[in-house]
């Protein structure tokens, strides 16, 4: 029967709460890029002029359609190549999580702003608003509580993501495990710690997005 044996892997504690606190600050910079990102691509979709529609919807479903660890190469082995600029691996992570996730936040965004009642843009209308600031004072606040548990959910999806950046040898949390299991020779140690670790940060935000989906009605 197989010895549990944690102590070896407390040693290189250092190591993995600087991999965990790497995963985490890449994990927050893409949320937030992908938000924004998404945003102007959702708005973008459903712009009246061709051109920004067009564009938009090609970034979309560009990385909606392409795996995620394909983007993860192709932005740190062939896009340098094709700009003539040397890109780092930590950019090149941050620019294809950022994109990719970006193209599911603006599925979730315009879905939002095309559940609103076009009564409630018309009113808009009728007072004098112009499409901009019925947009930010009318429909997007409205939207927003709905939009709130599918964002949140797919925040957590992005977190995950961030774990493929360890074949670029970014040292993140999964990373830093490889390199602990080639040292002490425990990997079921390593791994069910890293494990642990991924779990410890996202079963709290799990339950929080199933009390947002409650509080909010939305059904599965």
């Known amino acids: 029967m197989y010895e549990w044996d944690f102590s070896s892997v407390w040693e290189y504690r250092d190591l993995l709460l600087n991999g965990l606190g790497l995963t985490v600050m890449l994990a927050v910079a893409v949320v937030i890029a992908g938000m924004i990102l998404g945003t102007i691509n959702a708005i973008g979709s459903l712009s009246r002029h061709f051109a920004f529609r067009a564009i938009s919807i090609s970034m979309i479903e560009l990385f909606r359609c392409t795996p995620l660890l394909v983007a993860l190469i192709w932005f740190y082995y062939a896009l340098p190549i094709l700009i003539g600029v040397e890109i ?74 961030t774990s493929l950046v360890s074949v670029l040898a970014i040292p993140d949390l999964l990373y830093q495990g490889k390199l602990i299991a080639h040292e002490n020779f425990r990997p079921l ?27 909010h009605g939305v059904k599965h």
């Not at 620019?95 to 599911?104: H, N, P, Q, R």
């Not at 140690?189 to 509080?215: D, G, Q, W």
């Open 189 to 215: 140690e390593v791994y069910t710690t890293v494990a642990l670790l991924y779990f410890a940060i996202l079963f709290p935000l799990t339950m929080l997005v199933r009390h947002l989906e409650s509080k």
């Open 88 to 161: 780092s691996a930590m950019m090149a992570a941050f620019l294809s999580i950022s994109l990719y996730g970006a193209s599911f936040y603006s599925e979730i965004i315009r879905a939002g702003i095309q559940g609103i009642d076009p009564g409630q843009r018309e009113a808009g209308e009728a007072i004098g608003l112009m499409p901009g600031q019925i947009l930010h004072r009318v429909i997007l606040p409205q939207a927003l509580r709905k939009m709130i548990p599918p964002l949140m959910n797919q925040s957590i999806i992005n977190l995950k993501n």
